[in-house]
């Protein structure tokens, strides 16, 4: 068995046709982690979880998300058209979402993300504030619901590293394209590394030879990422994690089954499923 530990099947990408992408998913044996952006996409995390016997589910509240008037929030037509735009944080609400199915395994996607910023000094200051507070708040929900994290982390790496150093938590840094320095800090820590299709644009290669096996975890964040061998439009799904896999172990002078039994190994572990 194989295992995307982030897809997003619960977007708006999948609507017209996502039986037919999840029969291709288990039927190929791919187990998946349906991750949760806001509230809404939390919830049909869920719901898909409870649907499907091999895909389990993550709540969380994405920092891009999050209510703000320090700048203008953006939508995307592929996760969907959400009225009002941003959402105030609902610890209780999250709270009984999360202990709402046993197929929840992990708070998530929580972090911190600075790409879309405001201009000046002090709003930005603010503006990553509310961010951190916000993530404090959903690292206590996992830490008192005894789950791990799927953290997002884009141009935030200090603070990220600052904000989990603080703390005695367990999850994965999704997505990851820092150094081979700022993964060895996650490592210090007890993270786990996710590494999907953004290494196909960005070079974390030192990073994918590294860094032990066992603590290595194959994502897609599908719709998004598709790897270059499904083409320049294809929309990304769970089954293309095989691209991952077959990068790593090319990387690693491994085999593919090397690969894929470890990181199924490791999301195991983490997740406990």
């Known amino acids: 068995m194989i295992i995307d530990t ?3 099947l619960n977007f708006k990408a999948y609507d017209a046709d996502r039986p037919e992408v999840l029969k291709r998913t288990l039927g190929q044996g791919v187990v998946c982690i349906d991750v ?29 998300h999050i209510k703000t008037d320090l700048l203008k929030l953006r939508t995307d037509e592929d996760e969907g ?6 959402e105030k944080y609902d ?17 998530g996607e929580i972090g911190l ?3 879309y910023r405001p201009k000046t000094k002090t709003r930005l200051q603010e503006f990553k504030n509310l961010q951190k ?51 060895q800090k996650y490592l210090d820590m007890g993270f786990y590394l996710g590494i999907n299709g953004i290494i196909f644009k960005f070079d974390i290669d030192e990073t994918i030879k590294n860094a032990p096996l066992n603590r290595l975890l ?21 089954l293309f994690v095989r691209h991952i896999i077959a990068r790593i172990a090319e990387l690693r002078a491994i085999s593919f089954d090397e690969v894929a039994g470890q990181t199924y190994q490791n999301a195991k572990e983490l997740f406990n499923i």
């Open 91 to 107: 610890v209780q609400r999250y709270g009984e979402l999360a202990k709402s199915s046993k197929k929840v395994v992990a708070i």
């Open 6 to 8: 982030h897809s997003h």
């Open 36 to 64: 949760g952006t806001k509230y809404e996409t939390s919830k049909k995390a869920i719901e898909l979880a409870g649907q499907n016997e091999n895909i389990y589910a993550a709540i969380g509240l994405h920092p891009i």
């Open 218 to 238: 194959t994502e897609t964040d599908c719709p998004y990422l598709t790897p270059p061998q499904e083409g320049k439009d294809a929309r990304n799904e769970p």
């Open 133 to 183: 507070e916000i993530f404090e708040m959903q690292l206590d929900l996992a830490a008192e619901l005894d789950l791990p994290v799927i953290v997002h982390c884009r141009m935030s790496h200090d603070d990220t590293i600052e904000t989990l150093g603080k703390r005695n938590l367990k999850g994965v840094i999704h997505c990851f394209t820092g150094t081979w320095q700022e993964a």
């Open 81 to 86: 058209d959400f009225a009002p735009l941003g």
């Open 113 to 115: 993300d600075y790409y």
